[in-house]
């Protein structure tokens, strides 16, 4: 058959592409499939981090089962994440150890900031929840956790010479402004 056969014959049933085998009439545009929506930067850090998590699961010898992690597999991880920390954290030892802005270099260890773990953990334990897992099994909710996040912001703090103050919630405005004139009326 000629080029020129094919294209009439395909006028004569009716203008379109052919994908498939199958005939698409051209006053029906084709459309891409809806694209996924974008995610928010917290999601696709999260995302990022169950990821990553999994496969420290999966590197394990022998590997373990996400339905047999523990909280002492979390701790175990956290462990291993310091390794890549940026954040130089003080001996005891160190000439450097309660100043907050050290005069020079040291040898002392890289390690990953309280801040950045704390965030980490909140993740995981949003997408542990997410992916299935039941609040009251959650690893990352676990006392053993907060304890041990709590000495990691402690000892940062100290090799730092900066005391680690709990920020206090900003009220709202308006109910300050209410509270306030509710206690002049009373006067």
């Known amino acids: 058959m000629s080029s020129d056969h ?10 379109g ?12 545009p084709q459309q891409p499939p809806p694209a ?15 990821n990553t998590f999994g ?3 999966k590197n394990q010898r022998p590997p373990v089962a996400l339905s047999h992690c523990n909280y002492s597999h979390v701790l175990d991880f956290l462990r291993y994440l310091d390794q890549f920390g940026k954040t130089k954290v003080h001996l005891q030892g160190c000439v450097f150890y309660g100043h907050p ?3 020079g270099p040291c040898s002392c260890p890289l390690r990953q900031a309280w801040g950045s773990l704390d965030a ?7 997408a542990y929840e997410e992916n299935g897992g039941l609040p009251e099994m959650n690893p990352f909710a676990n006392g053993a ?13 100290k090799a730092r010479g900066i ?11 308006k109910a300050s402004e209410e509270t306030s004139s509710f206690r002049m009326q009373q006067s």
């Open 36 to 50: 996924p929506p974008q995610l928010s930067r917290y999601e696709s850090q999260k995302r990022r981090d169950w």
């Open 120 to 126: 980490l953990i909140g993740r995981l334990r949003a």
């Open 101 to 103: 802005d050290p005069a």
């Open 145 to 157: 956790i907060r304890v041990y996040l709590r000495e990691i912001r402690d000892s940062q703090a």
């Open 55 to 57: 496969q420290y699961l």
């Open 163 to 173: 005391p680690y103050k709990k920020k206090k919630k900003k009220r709202n405005q």
């Open 6 to 15: 094919q294209s009439k014959g395909r006028s004569e049933i009716g203008e």
């Open 17 to 28: 592409s052919s994908r498939g085998g199958l005939l698409i009439p051209s006053d029906h």
